[in-house]
Nanobody
Framework: QVQLMESGGGSVQAGGSLRLSCAVS????????MGWFRQAPGKEREGIAC??????YYRDSVKGRFTISQNKTNTTVYIEMNSLKPEDTAMYYC?????????????????WGQGTQVTVSS
């Protein structure tokens, strides 16, 4: 059974930083495509970053501010978020089992975590 558990969310002021982690268990692929998504209130979920080996890809709105990474065993995926803005406020989700790279489409990912809330105040 594949399980994903996000952590690291919280409340920060604009300009601050947070690092989210996603612990993955039960997923055996050593060539995993992993991604981070977010959903703000009243908006659709959007992909913000994905990673495949040493390759990374970002949505324009987070490029240069967010960094996705993973550990060597693909059991944890991270996203370092700097220079946070109020518009970054959302529930953040990790996903694994991507069908293609790069992809920020949620229907390209098979397994999902429950999410962790990030709130950025001005």
């Amino acid at each position: 059974q594949v399980q994903l558990m996000e952590s690291g969310g919280g409340s920060v002021q604009a300009g601050g930083s947070l690092r989210l982690s996603c612990a993955v268990s039960g997923y055996t692929s050593n060539r995993a495509i992993m991604g981070w998504f977010r959903q703000a209130p009243g908006k659709e979920r959007e992909g913000i970053a994905c990673i495949f080996g040493q390759n990374t890809y970002y949505r324009d709105s987070v490029k240069g501010r967010f960094t996705i990474s993973q550990n060597k065993t693909n059991t944890t995926v991270y996203i370092e978020m700097n220079s946070l803005k109020p518009e970054d406020t959302a529930m953040y989700y990790c996903a694994v089992g991507g069908r293609r790279y790069p992809s920020l489409r949620e229907d390209d990912y098979r397994y999902w975590g429950q999410g962790t809330q990030v709130t950025v105040s001005s």
